[in-house]
């Protein structure tokens, strides 16, 4: 007899195949010819329950370019293997077309020459599009948001998020979890969870801190093309770690696999024949949760920003990773029989913002919010003749120009910028709004702070975030992507442990080699301390480039990077 794992195993050899995860069928002609919607939207429908996944939309309501990483090193059992492919190697390893709308889309392989053909991406008035689409064919489609949803741009800074809560509202989500949402402090949060959402806040790890009980609802039931499904979700675990801990000291997180394998029991219990768990874990520590926690369907993973055209198969368990930034939509049919996912046909769909029609309700909403403070948003700042991206394990153009405002602005000779993997990206030649500073700078603790640090400290720093990235156990990876420097050049060995990773440090300026003992001027932002003082980093970064009028920044080889 055939095992529930083996029907599984069929479907995903049927995507890579059949072309159901979106990039196989049309791509090809796609490379030769116009996109339509209608082949972007194509999809047989398949089983009797319908998900619809969206995650890291961090706030961008409009289209934009998002140039996706060249650095995303797995370690450990995840190397080499998705998400931690890139560029040639990720064309090769989905059978991709090179040049066409999929490779864009997916890689940063030919990212200015191909935006030029293929053009922005994303835009909620296009995924409204889409969603209505699915609904049209599937009325009881589950849309489900992954977080990190209400910040990440200038409006929604200003607004406190309320912009993109009025548009998920409106798109007709129907949960979600989070992350950056939390960085409004816990006052706005309750005050949006408890009287602005039209549906649940989803989190089964998030407790009380004092009293270590449970403080959100876990889990929702829902029942869909005649099953019961529970939506169990899961806030980022590292809250406290990553963001600031004085802006919700009321609550403490954290993976709690027993926590999570109780509450699959649970919902099993009540009645519950598909388990989904909406995730924002991350797609390693998904991957090593779901190995460990057993009775979870499907993991619709967020955080990490993972776009990968196929369901990755763990167990019994599907993972799905929808991208970021509004590019993508996820799409799973699931055939579900007897209190068993038998089945699956997935479609990462890309939103290509010049083929999609925009949904003109969206469109009028999103204009509406956006009235108030167009003005600001569209001063013109500078210009760029160089590509600026960010996304990726190591430095990227916006981050080095950021570095380099820091530095001359606030007279460091070492410059900070986090790692963080939000940021939309310019072509060369774009005009620079004020509203791009912000949607590579926007957050609540933006202060720019300038200090002294030896060499010892700033070392210590390096091999701290380092470890958080590429430590071989993907629950210790509690951050983003490796601190960007700006006059500090170094080398990593991702295969080292902490403390042995960071060699080589030396100011890039004079090529002096760091001194352990000796003291430094530092200068940067996105301190999770209290207090933190300094000017805005948005207001740094457009004071330089007002004075550079137009900018040009060329892709630094300051990092070696081996083990890899």
Not at 89 to 95: E, L
Not at 96 to 123: C, H, I, N, R, W
Not at 250 to 274: H, K, N, P, T, W
Not at 471 to 494: C, E, H, K, S, T
């Amino acid at each position: 007899m055939i095992s529930r794992r083996e029907f599984l195993q069929a479907s995903v050899a049927a995507s890579a195949i059949y072309g159901v995860s979106g990039f196989g069928n049309w791509s090809k002609l796609a490379a030769q010819q116009a996109l339509t919607q209608d082949q972007l939207l194509q999809f047989d429908d398949f089983g009797n329950v319908t998900l619809i996944h969206i995650t890291d939309i961090h706030a961008q309501l409009k289209p934009i370019w998002f140039r996706e990483p060249e650095w995303n090193i797995g370690v450990g059992e995840a190397k080499g293997v998705p998400p931690h492919v890139v560029g040639q190697d990720f064309i090769k390893m989905f059978n991709l077309t090179p040049q066409s709308p999929d490779a864009y889309a997916l890689t940063y392989e030919d990212f200015v020459s191909l935006g030029k053909t293929y053009g922005k991406m994303g835009g909620m008035d296009r995924v409204a599009t889409v969603v209505k689409s699915i609904r049209a064919a599937r009325p009881e489609a589950l849309l489900l948001d992954g977080g990190d949803t209400w910040h990440g741009s200038m409006t929604s800074f200003l607004t406190k998020g309320q912009d993109v809560v009025n548009v998920m509202n409106a798109l007709g989500v129907e949960a979600m979890t989070s992350h950056w949402e939390w960085t409004y402090g816990t006052e706005r949060v309750k005050e949006i969870v408890e009287t602005q959402l039209n549906f649940p806040f989803l989190g089964a790890n998030i407790f009380d801190a004092e009293w270590d009980e449970p403080a959100f609802e876990p889990y929702q039931f829902f029942e869909r093309g005649g099953i019961k499904i529970a939506v169990i979700g899961q806030a980022f675990p590292y809250m406290p770690i990553a963001n600031p801990r004085w802006m919700f000291p009321e609550y403490s997180f954290g993976i709690r696999e027993e926590r999570m394998q109780e509450m699959v029991d649970e919902v099993r219990a009540a009645g519950a024949e598909l388990v989904v768990c909406l995730s924002h874990n991350g797609f390693d520590v998904d991957r090593k949760m779901v190995s460990r926690v057993k009775g979870i369907d499907v993991i619709l993973t967020g955080h990490t920003h993972d776009a990968v055209p196929e369901p990755v198969l763990v167990g019994e368990t599907i993972l799905i990773a929808s991208g970021s930034h509004g590019k993508f939509i996820s799409r799973v049919d699931l055939d579900v029989r007897d209190g068993r996912m038998m089945g699956f046909r997935h479609k990462l769909i890309p939103i290509f913002s010049d083929v999609i029609t925009p949904d003109a309700d969206m469109a009028s909403l999103i204009d509406a919010e956006r009235a108030p403070f167009k003005d600001q948003l569209e001063e013109k700042i500078g210009t760029t003749e160089s590509l600026l991206y960010r996304r990726g394990n190591f430095q990227g153009t916006w981050d080095d120009l950021i570095c380099d405002a820091i530095r001359s602005e606030r007279d460091a000779q070492i410059a900070m910028s986090p790692g963080v993997r939000w940021g939309a990206s310019l072509m060369p030649g774009d005009a620079i709004t004020r509203e791009d500073i912000h949607n590579v700078t926007s957050m609540t603790y933006g202060q720019c702070y300038r200090t002294e640090m030896t060499g010892e400290f700033i070392h210590t720093i390096l091999e701290d975030v380092a470890d958080n990235l590429f430590n071989p156990d993907p629950y210790y990876q509690q951050g983003g992507d490796m601190v960007r420097l700006g006059g500090l050049g170094f080398a990593i060995d991702v295969t080292k442990p902490i403390g042995q990773r960071i060699t080589e440090m030396t100011l890039v300026d004079t090529g002096e080699a760091i001194d352990a003992a000796k003291t430094y001027t530092v200068a940067g932002w996105a301190s999770v301390n209290e207090g933190t003082e300094g000017p805005q980093i948005w207001d740094v970064v457009e004071s330089y480039i007002k004075k550079q009028g137009t900018v040009k920044v060329d892709p630094t080889n300051s990092v070696k990077v081996t083990g890899i």
